[in-house]
């Protein structure tokens, strides 16, 4: 069964950082895709980045400039670097892998990120 636990979310002022982690014990990082969605207050969950398992990645044209995803083979992370947030941004934001190119079938908890002044 492959776990994958976010970290990092909280609250924070608009134009403010963060950086969301998203950990598992096994190789899965390695071997497939991994990208970060996210569902806002009465919205849809939608994508935000991607990771390829050879290291392409894809952002969406809402975070492009302002979110970088990048991965760490040796500690089996996939981070998703936030800068410049927006009140937009506020959202729960999930892990997924688990496929060749996305929507695999493995997700993460999901964690809050609130963008407030």
């Known amino acids: 069964q492959v776990q994958l636990v976010e970290s990092g979310g909280g609250l924070v002022q608009p134009g403010g950082s963060l950086r969301l982690t998203c950990a598992t014990s096994s190789l899965i990082f390695s071997s497939y895709t991994t990208g970060w969605y996210r569902q806002g207050p009465g919205n849809r969950r939608e994508f935000v980045a991607r990771?390829?398992?050879?290291?392409?990645?894809y952002h969406a044209d809402s975070v492009k400039g302002r979110f970088t995803i990048s991965r760490d083979n040796v500690r089996n992370a996939v981070y998703l670097q936030m800068n410049n947030l927006q009140p937009k941004d506020t959202a729960v934001y999930y892990c997924?892998?688990?496929?060749?190119?996305?929507?695999?079938?493995?997700w993460g908890q999901g964690i809050q990120v609130t963008v407030s002044s």
């Open positions: 997924n892998t688990g496929a060749d190119y996305s929507g695999g079938p493995y």
């Open positions: 990771i390829s398992r050879s290291g392409f990645t």
